[in-house]
């Protein structure tokens, strides 16, 4: 079960208001490789104080973003942003980076737990799986909140498998984007089943299709010719 520490869905969105109006950025540092906001006037902070008691997350998470870049390996791609570890935190940088819908085809933002790197064959993610959920080029603000949204699902600790859970990942691509919750144990139903259809009811994702995929299928196949394990 969560501590008490643990903020709610609903509770980090409302603090993301008074986080808005008490944070005081001081010693700016950029962050190589990280899209920052075009209306951003500052860089991502070294150092955020903030004027009232800060909100602890649960575990500290790990922003990762991936840049196309043809003439590099795919793991050469993977940039390691920074940590979050609290829900001022969290706010400080959503609010600094680009949005998904802004950023260039080819490119993933990746938050996962400390010490899990967003890769298939990492020993935390290679006996486990993903709840994916496509999204249509058009939608760029559904995408925006249904990626938002299942961060702040994810943080806040508000699945009863929270435990179970690695991380997320969206992908931008041409013709569809891509939004999938990673999973430590493929084999544990009933833990993938309240995961996805938590994500399911409070996202509200009734008209989108969610699977279920195995990162050992999707290792050996390619993603058009990756069965899924479950449907909702």
Known sequence: MASAQVQSFDIMKQQDQQHQLNIIHKHHHHHEGVPLESNSPEPIDEEIYQVEYKHPLEHVWTLWYLENDRT???KDMLNEITEIDSV??????????KTPAELKIGCDYSVFKKGIKP???????IKGGRWLV??????KAEL????LDILLLMVGQNFEYSDEIC???INIRNKSNKISVWTA???????ILEIGQKLKILLHLQSHSLQYQLHSDAMSKFNSGVKSVYTL
């Open 72 to 74: 590099k390996h795919w």
């Open 88 to 97: 001022e935190t969290f706010w400080s940088l959503y609010h600094t980076i």
């Open 119 to 125: 890769m298939w064959e990492d020993e935390a993610n």
């Open 134 to 139: 496509t999204v249509s080029k058009s939608a």
């Open 144 to 147: 925006d909140q249904i990626w």
């Open 167 to 169: 991380g997320a990942v």
């Open 185 to 191: 144990n493929g084999s544990n139903e009933m833990a």
